[in-house]
T-cell receptor, first 112, second 112 residues
Framework: TQLLEQSPQFLSIQEGENLTVYCNSSSVFSSLQWYRQEPGEGPVLLVTVVTGGEVKKLKRLTFQFGDARKDSSLHITAAQPGDTGLYLCAEAGGTSYGKLTFGQGTILTVHP | KAGVTQTPRYLIKTRGQQVTLSCSPISGHRSVSWYQQTPGQGLQFLFEYFSETQRNKGNFPGRFSGRQFSNSRSEMNVSTLELGDSALYLC???????????FGQGTRLTVV
């Protein structure tokens, strides 16, 4: 079973600061997804990365997939209070139909 | 397009009882997956159904079961509830062949 390690577990920053969240595995990812979950809601997909070295941008969020497809990072520039939430990485795909394997998550709090 | 709907949103049960949770996927989605989310274990995969057949199963005891109906709606059942079953149960639906999962808001189950 693929084990995904996310770091840090908690992140508390001031509005305007930058931050990076990491997701690592000892095995190669089929594909890697990042989700954001707000309190009382289900996770919402932010991005899927498939190709080693891939970089995707979503407004102030930048997602990178490692060349060896064993690690990924999420970088947020100039964080805002609305970015507060639980950020989860998940491995998807392969023959494990409908199964996502999630990391433990990073709880981000952005203070005004 | 309506999102994934889970009912009920909140549930309180006593140890030893059983519970049934319901999930209505997005129209046209035939894959439905269930997850358990707890502070200690994070998000863990329970099982996945496609066209009324269970295609994949996580590492949970047999007290956890599910089914899917011809209209793709799904139910999960937990029998002989234990205190440790207290969790947020999330349902996700996907379009055939897609790894993008759309999550419902979840059912918060508390076992007392």
């Amino acid at each position: 079973t693929q084990l995904l390690e996310q770091s840090p577990q908690f992140l508390s920053i001031q509005e305007g600061e930058n931050l990076t969240v990491y997701c690592n595995s000892s095995s190669v990812f089929s594909s890697l997804q990042w989700y954001r979950q707000e309190p009382g809601e289900g996770p919402v997909l932010l991005v899927t990365v498939v190709t080693g070295g891939e970089v995707k941008k979503l407004k102030r969020l930048t997602f990178q997939f490692g060349d060896a497809r064993k690690d990924s990072s999420l970088h947020i520039t100039a964080a805002q209070p609305g970015d507060t939430g639980l950020y989860l990485c998940a491995e998807a795909g392969g023959t494990s139909y409908g199964k996502l394997t999630f990391g433990q998550g990073t709880i981000l709090t952005v203070h005004p | 397009k309506a999102g994934v709907t889970q009912t009920p949103r909140y549930l309180i049960k006593t140890r030893g009882q059983q519970v049934t949770l319901s999930c209505s996927p997005i129209s046209g989605h035939r894959s439905v997956s269930w997850y358990q989310q707890t502070p200690g274990q994070g998000l863990q995969f329970l099982f996945e159904y496609f066209s009324e057949t269970q295609r994949n199963k996580g590492n949970f005891p047999g007290r956890f079961s599910g089914r899917q109906f011809s209209n793709s709606r799904s139910e999960m059942n937990v029998s002989t509830l234990e205190l440790g079953d207290s969790a947020l149960y999330l349902c996700a639906s996907s379009f055939t062949g897609s790894s993008q999962a759309f999550f419902g808001q979840g059912t918060r189950l508390t076992v007392v």
